[in-house]
């Protein structure tokens, strides 16, 4: 028990040692956000570099239900390694539109903010609780013109985020 709160301080303290900048969502919530409608499959159009997906390709993110629990799966292909890598995470919503809780190491949960997506589900822009992580997606059978991933990243700069080195997967 001892060394569990003492891991839990010391990632709390690195956490607050961090030199990256935490980005102040408290004033930015999407008017609505349907869970039911985000669920399925996402395709990865840019990401900031993270290195859970450093040189990662054809990245996707399955979102399910499982009975009561909400399911994420991403996957990616190492070519480097020559296979798949896949991961499995568990989602919980928040009080606030669009922002849920993401874990793929439990029981430690993470910022997953849904910061905007179009109407019709078809892309989203999606950043953590720091400003070091942003993706932004885009269904299977949906393209993303280089303008829409351009209206869309600077909507992330408007709301802090560091868009400086994304790396372009999919249009």
């Not at 570099?49 to 040189?55: A, C, P, T, W």
């Not at 890598?85 to 809780?101: F, V």
């Not at 892309?123 to 997606?137: D, E, M, Q």
Request: net charge positive.
């Amino acid at each position: 028990m001892h060394k569990l709160i003492i891991i839990i301080f010391i990632l709390t303290l690195l956490s607050a040692c961090s030199n990256k900048k935490e980005v102040d969502l408290r004033d930015h919530s999407l008017e609505e956000f349907s869970l039911e409608k985000y669920l399925g499959e996402w395709v990865e159009v840019a990401r900031t570099d993270n290195k859970f997906e450093r040189g990662l390709t054809k990245v996707t993110a399955n979102y399910s239900k499982e009975g009561n629990k909400i399911i994420a799966v991403n996957r990616g292909w190492s070519e480097e390694k020559q296979k798949w890598k896949m991961s499995k995470g568990y989602i919980k919503e928040t009080p606030q539109s669009g922002r849920l809780k993401v874990s793929f190491f439990r029981p430690f949960y993470g910022s997953y903010n849904v910061l905007y997506v179009d109407e019709d589900y078809r892309y989203a822009l999606v950043g953590g609780g720091r400003s070091k992580y942003l993706w932004v997606l885009r269904r299977r059978e949906a393209e993303m013109s280089e303008q829409l991933v351009e209206e869309y990243l600077n909507t992330a700069r408007r709301l802090g985020y560091d868009t400086e080195g994304m790396i372009f997967l999919q249009k």
